[in-house]
């Protein structure tokens, strides 16, 4: 009799600490057992492949809505199709207030779109862009109950963007209702200041986008994000890090036992701010904010993986088409760099980018790898041990991958809506083969067998990890948190 509905039968598991021969039997969607020899009613051969755990995206827009009633590009099928074709199962979107509206209509519209579409299970982040006492005292604590544990604001963009008394209002309210905080770190005014001069001074085309923000506008958001939650005493997890000055920032707040993590993304890793600079329009293919810097930055980062100060790597997955005109044409082929949409599409790539820099050219090992795109995701934002995982427990999402595959990028492969990747024509090693989600195979070769409609939505709960320190100026608690 066969105890498991299926086995992963003779490749290598890699968890978040170790590599290891076993068999993987599957009962019910979830992973029954790691061993030798195991028998299943079905099984899968996974000879010579690593077995990795479903990659958890925990940034990455899909789908979203813009104010005139019109949405990205991408949305939640063809989002998840391209995560399924590059090893993603897990994905963390958003839904978005806009500014003058509350929140509750708002994400029950993305729930709504979220369940005919998703293909990968999901939770959301809400964006806060309008702190008012309804929003905070009325919507925001049954939000975060209903399982969104998580708050994005942005310190730049208009009009997301929240000065410093807004800022503070959104960490006290993720503090009383027991939620964490993602901050897009950059000085809004610094950047519009410098972006008006360079306009002025003739120079529009995409590569000054880079030059509208250099990594000082990013380092002192980071820190001023930093100084106004330890304030607050309130978990932080700084988004998209792009250079080492920033990073820097974060490696000090946790030596001094903040709550404070770091993500970075494969543009930072693998761009850099001479992509922009191809001629005509191209260059606006790899505008993304912050900007990717430069290859000696990359170095840097790569450093801060390796002490841990940047310990998830994310997509930011926010594709504008090049050839339609609602993308990064939108308005106008020769738009000064201030009025092209800013996002790179990336969902689809993240695991391999990050695989063939990291694992196949020596910087980090296998389960590092593995912690940067699905353990530590998973941990930071309350979905941990059900996703990210391999081990008795966790839903079975499995990815077999080929270490060895050379392959090179290029759109089609990648099976999103967007019309290019910044990626085209790179070379990589490492490529995924087939991904089971929650037992069922949901990708092979490259084709994407899973249904629009069958992601599930993960409710998170309160976990440890985003407790408050306890640590407060004066021992003065302005916003309480929520009771043990
Ligand atoms: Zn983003």
């Given at each position: 009799?066969?105890?498991?509905?299926?086995?992963?039968?003779?490749?290598?598991?890699?968890?978040?600490?170790?590599?290891?021969?076993?068999?993987?039997?599957?009962?019910?969607?979830?992973?029954?057992?790691?061993?030798?020899?195991?028998?299943?009613?079905?099984?899968?051969?996974?000879?010579?492949?690593?077995?990795?755990?479903?990659?958890?995206?925990?940034?990455?827009?899909?789908?979203?809505?813009?104010?005139?009633?019109?949405?990205?590009?991408?949305?939640?099928?063809?989002?998840?199709?391209?995560?399924?074709?590059?090893?993603?199962?897990?994905?963390?979107?958003?839904?978005?207030?806009?500014?003058?509206?509350?929140i509750r209509e708002t994400l029950a519209e993305y729930r709504r779109r979220a369940a005919r579409g998703a293909m990968v299970d999901y939770s959301f982040h809400q964006i806060v862009t309008d702190p008012?006492?309804?929003?905070?005292?009325?919507?925001?604590?049954?939000?975060?109950?209903?399982?969104?544990?998580?708050?994005?604001?942005?310190?730049?963009?208009?009009?997301?963007?929240?000065?410093?008394?807004?800022?503070?209002?959104?960490?006290?309210?993720?503090?009383?209702?027991?939620?964490?905080?993602?901050?897009?770190?950059?000085?809004?005014?610094?950047?519009?200041?410098?972006?008006?001069?360079?306009?002025?001074?003739?120079?529009?085309?995409?590569?000054?986008?880079?030059?509208?923000?250099?990594?000082?506008?990013?380092?002192?958001?980071?820190?001023?994000?930093?100084?106004?939650?330890?304030?607050?005493?309130?978990?932080?997890?700084?988004?998209?890090?792009?250079?080492?000055?920033?990073?820097?920032?974060?490696?000090?707040?946790?030596?001094?036992?903040?709550?404070?993590?770091?993500?970075?993304?494969?543009?930072?890793?693998?761009?850099?701010?001479?992509?922009?600079?191809?001629?005509?329009?191209?260059?606006?293919?790899?505008?993304?904010?912050?900007?990717?810097?430069?290859?000696?930055?990359?170095?840097?980062?790569?450093?801060?993986?390796?002490?841990?100060?940047?310990?998830?790597?994310?997509?930011?997955?926010?594709?504008?088409?090049?050839?339609?005109?609602r993308g990064k044409r939108v308005n106008g082929e020769g738009a000064p760099f201030r009025d092209i949409p800013n996002g790179v599409p990336g969902v689809g790539s993240r695991l391999p980018l990050v695989?063939?820099?990291?694992?196949?050219?020596?910087?980090?090992?296998?389960?590092?790898?593995?912690?940067?795109?699905?353990?530590?995701?998973?941990?930071?934002?309350?979905?941990?041990?059900?996703?990210?995982?391999?081990?008795?427990?966790?839903?079975?999402?499995?990815?077999?991958?080929?270490?060895?595959?050379?392959?090179?990028?290029?759109?089609?492969?990648?099976?999103?809506?967007?019309?290019?990747?910044?990626?085209?024509?790179?070379?990589?090693?490492?490529?995924?083969?087939?991904?089971?989600?929650?037992?069922?195979?949901?990708m092979r070769d490259g084709e994407v067998l899973a249904e629009p409609g069958s992601g599930e939505f993960l409710p998170r709960g309160p976990y440890d990890l985003i407790r408050p320190t306890g640590r407060?100026?004066?021992?003065?608690?302005?916003?309480?948190?929520?009771?043990?």
């Amino acid at each position: 009799m066969s105890e498991y509905d299926l086995v992963v039968r003779g490749g290598t598991v890699v968890t978040g600490t170790a590599a290891f021969r076993a068999d993987v039997g599957v009962r019910g969607g979830r992973i029954a057992a790691l061993g030798e020899g195991l028998e299943g009613r079905r099984s899968l051969d996974a000879g010579g492949l690593l077995v990795l755990p479903g990659g958890v995206d925990t940034h990455c827009h899909l789908e979203q809505l813009q104010p005139g009633g019109t949405c990205d590009e991408e949305g939640f099928a063809t989002g998840s199709a391209s995560a399924l074709a590059g090893g993603t199962t897990t994905a963390v979107t958003f839904s978005a207030q806009f500014k003058g509206h509350r929140i509750r209509e708002t994400l029950a519209e993305y729930r709504r779109r979220a369940a005919r579409g998703a293909m990968v299970d999901y939770s959301f982040h809400q964006i806060v862009t309008d702190p008012t006492d309804a929003v905070v005292r009325e919507e925001l604590p049954g939000i975060v109950a209903s399982g969104i544990r998580s708050l994005k604001v942005f310190l730049t963009y208009d009009p997301l963007h929240l000065d410093d008394g807004q800022f503070l209002r959104v960490l006290a309210a993720a503090r009383r209702a027991g939620a964490l905080v993602a901050v897009h770190c950059e000085n809004r005014d610094a950047i519009a200041w410098r972006t008006e001069a360079l306009l002025a001074a003739g120079l529009a085309a995409p590569r000054y986008h880079a030059w509208s923000r250099p990594p000082v506008v990013e380092r002192e958001a980071t820190h001023r994000a930093i100084a106004l939650a330890e304030l607050v005493d309130q978990p932080i997890q700084v988004f998209h890090v792009s250079c080492g000055e920033a990073a820097e920032e974060i490696a000090r707040a946790r030596a001094r036992g903040l709550k404070v993590w770091g993500e970075t993304c494969p543009q930072y890793l693998v761009l850099t701010a001479a992509d922009m600079d191809r001629p005509g329009f191209e260059g606006a293919k790899f505008i993304c904010s912050p900007s990717p810097r430069t290859a000696e930055e990359q170095e840097r980062l790569w450093g801060m993986i390796r002490r841990g100060t940047l310990d998830v790597v994310s997509s930011d997955h926010s594709g504008y088409s090049y050839g339609g005109d609602r993308g990064k044409r939108v308005n106008g082929e020769g738009a000064p760099f201030r009025d092209i949409p800013n996002g790179v599409p990336g969902v689809g790539s993240r695991l391999p980018l990050v695989f063939s820099e990291g694992v196949a050219k020596g910087r980090i090992d296998l389960p590092h790898f593995v912690r940067l795109v699905a353990e530590n995701p998973a941990k930071l934002f309350g979905l941990w041990p059900r996703k990210g995982a391999v081990a008795p427990g966790a839903d079975a999402d499995l990815v077999l991958w080929d270490p060895s595959r050379r392959v090179t990028v290029t759109n089609a492969l990648l099976r999103h809506a967007i019309d290019h990747t910044p990626y085209e024509g790179m070379e990589v090693t490492g490529w995924p083969v087939a991904v089971l989600r929650r037992g069922e195979l949901a990708m092979r070769d490259g084709e994407v067998l899973a249904e629009p409609g069958s992601g599930e939505f993960l409710p998170r709960g309160p976990y440890d990890l985003i407790r408050p320190t306890g640590r407060l100026a004066d021992g003065f608690d302005a916003a309480p948190p929520p009771p043990d």
